[in-house]
């Protein structure tokens, strides 16, 4: 397999065809997302602690309709998101293959597409996932209680034992999804047929399936790092702009400011992982076609 061919090939596609910018961009909100670190210092907070969970006990029982409003809201929204995550994941698989192949398509064959073989491809997220949730549940628990009952050596052994299956498998069962959704796509086969077949295919190509996906882990990772250069290089100065406004205007002056460095810094963020979901599904769209025509 020529690896820099495929590589080449899906840098093109995705830069050329900017119609698919759209699918990326549904599936991106979906996966992975932004990462919020909280750090909270437990320093002198011993004695307040009651204090902190009477309060929000109480607020909680005072505006419970409210909080259930939100809850359900969110909830209502992450659905919707996902949705179209799924719908989108079908469409980019189906377009790409159009395009290898030669074909004119658009976004109206997305949308065509992504309702084709939307249910399949959600039941096969559903499958998958409910099966990596069980293999936690089952090997997570008794560690769990482990810990709870304070037999921390047991419970330490037992965790290593855990992540040593769980990791091969949880890596096994992403890899087995990537083929299996391009079965059911462009094979136009049915989930479980798709997840046996996809299991051979990597039984038989083990080596060039794990390359490749090394091979788009690091070029995710040095995009990462480029991004996370850019941001700061940009973030400071926004950052400084900030403090500047809220020292000559106060709170409400530093909003401005402050609310379009968040804007931007989001907007770089999620343009580039739009762009690198549709290299990393025009990809392995191309290393599909490839090993299923060898």
Same mark, same amino acid.
């Given at each position: 397999?020529?690896?820099?061919?495929?590589?080449?090939?899906?840098?093109? !596609?995705?830069?050329?065809?900017?119609?698919?910018?759209?699918?990326?961009?549904? *599936?991106?909100? @979906?996966?992975?997302?932004?990462?919020?670190?909280?750090?909270?210092?437990?320093?002198?907070?011993?004695?307040?602690?009651?204090?902190?969970? $009477?309060?929000?006990?109480?607020?909680? !029982?005072?505006?419970?309709?409210?909080? %259930?409003?939100?809850? *359900?809201?969110?909830?209502?929204?992450?659905?919707?998101?996902?949705?179209?995550?799924?719908?989108?994941?079908? &469409?980019?698989? +189906?377009? #790409?293959?159009? !395009?290898?192949?030669?074909?004119?398509?658009?976004?109206?064959?997305?949308? !065509?597409?992504?309702?084709?073989?939307?249910?399949?491809?959600?039941?096969?997220?559903? %499958?998958? +996932?409910?099966?990596?949730?069980?293999? #936690?549940?089952?090997?997570?628990?008794?560690?769990?209680?482990?810990? #709870?009952?304070?037999?921390?050596?047991? &419970?330490?052994?037992?965790?290593?034992? &855990? %992540?040593?299956?769980? =990791?091969? $498998?949880? *890596?096994?069962?992403?890899?087995?999804?990537?083929?299996?959704?391009?079965?059911?796509?462009?094979?136009?086969?049915?989930?479980?047929?798709?997840?046996?077949?996809?299991?051979?295919?990597?039984?038989?190509?083990?080596?060039? @399936? =794990?390359?490749? &996906?090394?091979?788009?882990?690091?070029?995710?990772? %040095?995009?990462? =790092?480029?991004?996370?250069?850019?941001?700061?290089?940009?973030?400071?100065?926004?950052?400084?702009?900030?403090?500047?406004?809220?020292?000559?205007?106060?709170?409400?002056?530093?909003?401005?400011?402050?609310?379009?460095?968040?804007?931007?810094?989001?907007?770089?963020?999620?343009?580039?992982?739009?762009?690198? @979901?549709?290299?990393?599904?025009?990809?392995?769209?191309?290393?599909?076609?490839?090993?299923?025509?060898?």
């Amino acid at each position: 397999m020529d690896y820099l061919k495929i590589l080449k090939r899906a840098y093109q !596609i995705t830069i050329k065809h900017k119609f698919l910018w759209l699918f990326g961009f549904l *599936v991106a909100l @979906t996966s992975g997302g932004i990462n919020f670190n909280l750090n909270f210092s437990s320093q002198g907070m011993g004695d307040q602690f009651p204090k902190i969970a $009477e309060g929000i006990g109480d607020f909680v !029982i005072i505006n419970w309709i409210l909080i %259930l409003i939100i809850l *359900v809201f969110l909830f209502l929204l992450f659905l919707a998101f996902w949705i179209l995550s799924i719908f989108s994941q079908s &469409a980019l698989i +189906g377009c #790409v293959n159009k !395009i290898d192949r030669g074909e004119s398509t658009g976004m109206k064959d997305g949308f !065509i597409i992504g309702k084709t073989y939307f249910w399949r491809m959600l039941g096969l997220s559903l %499958l998958i +996932g409910i099966i990596i949730f069980l293999s #936690v549940l089952i090997l997570g628990g008794p560690v769990v209680l482990l810990f #709870v009952y304070k037999l921390w050596l047991r &419970a330490v052994v037992l965790l290593l034992l &855990a %992540l040593l299956i769980l =990791i091969p $498998e949880i *890596v096994l069962f992403s890899l087995i999804l990537k083929y299996a959704q391009r079965y059911i796509v462009i094979a136009r086969k049915g989930i479980f047929e798709s997840i046996k077949l996809s299991f051979v295919m990597i039984k038989k190509n083990l080596g060039p @399936t =794990i390359l490749i &996906a090394l091979i788009l882990i690091g070029i995710s990772l %040095l995009v990462g =790092i480029a991004m996370l250069t850019a941001l700061l290089i940009i973030g400071i100065p926004m950052i400084f702009l900030t403090g500047l406004a809220f020292a000559v205007a106060g709170l409400i002056g530093a909003l401005f400011p402050a609310l379009l460095g968040i804007l931007l810094l989001f907007a770089i963020s999620i343009s580039i992982r739009t762009l690198l @979901t549709v290299f990393d599904y025009t990809v392995w769209t191309l290393v599909f076609k490839q090993l299923k025509k060898d």
